[in-house]
């Protein structure tokens, strides 16, 4: 198992970005009635078709064709089942990916959540080209953070420019 959730979201990002996706929406929520916390990663890259995409959550796919593939989609799936919760996968070719996982957030081999504000601040700083749609909702905290909305303010400013990066940073530090 991984050691905390955001290094779970760093992994299947990390895919969604070689995968080319320009648009990347993660989503950590937790329902207050239920204690069931979910984490929801959709991308508009190059998707997978059904066989690839059902054989990359199989932990074994590995061994058994004898190709590399690793083991970020099956660590998250593997998380997600072993904590009382559930996990799917959805893809298309040409259209993007879309990973749910569901925890509850009771159990107690839960991963805690790790740093979520610079699992963030990471992937937009290094990724500036890509927009992200990052929402965080545990706990009472409600954070919303559409960069398609800064690149429209920023009015061609690149969003890595150094002014901008601090002025992410502080917001970060505020609001998360
Ligand atoms: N969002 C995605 N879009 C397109 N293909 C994906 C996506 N996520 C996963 N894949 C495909 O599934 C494969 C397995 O992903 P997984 O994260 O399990 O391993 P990996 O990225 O190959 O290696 P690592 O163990 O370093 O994460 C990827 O190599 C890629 O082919
Ligand atoms: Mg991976």
């Known amino acids: 198992m991984m050691e905390d959730i955001s290094s779970h979201i760093m992994d299947i990002v990390m895919n969604s970005v070689t995968a080319g996706a320009k648009h ?3 989503a ?3 329902d207050p009635g239920t204690s069931v916390m979910s984490l929801t990663i959709s991308d508009d890259g190059s998707g997978m078709d059904a066989e690839m995409a059902r054989k990359v959550q199989d932990p074994f796919f590995s061994t058994k064709t004898g190709r590399k593939v690793g083991l970020g989609v099956p660590l998250l799936k593997g998380t997600a089942e072993t904590t009382g919760g559930s996990f799917t996968l959805t ?5 993007g990916t879309k990973i749910m996982a569901t925890f ?3 159990h107690p081999d839960l991963p805690p959540l790790g740093n979520i504000r610079d699992t963030f601040f990471v992937l937009i700083a290094s990724h500036p080209e890509i927009d992200f749609n990052l929402r965080y909702s545990v706990d009472g905290k409600d954070f919303l953070l559409d960069i398609a909305e800064w690149r429209k303010e920023l009015d061609g400013v690149p969003l890595n420019h ?12 505020e609001h998360l």
């Open 104 to 106: 509850d957030s009771r």
């Open 24 to 26: 990347i929406s993660i």
């Open 91 to 95: 893809s298309a070719k040409g259209v």
């Open 162 to 173: 150094p002014e901008v990066i601090g002025f992410l940073s502080n917001y970060l530090d």
């Open 28 to 30: 950590v929520e937790k």
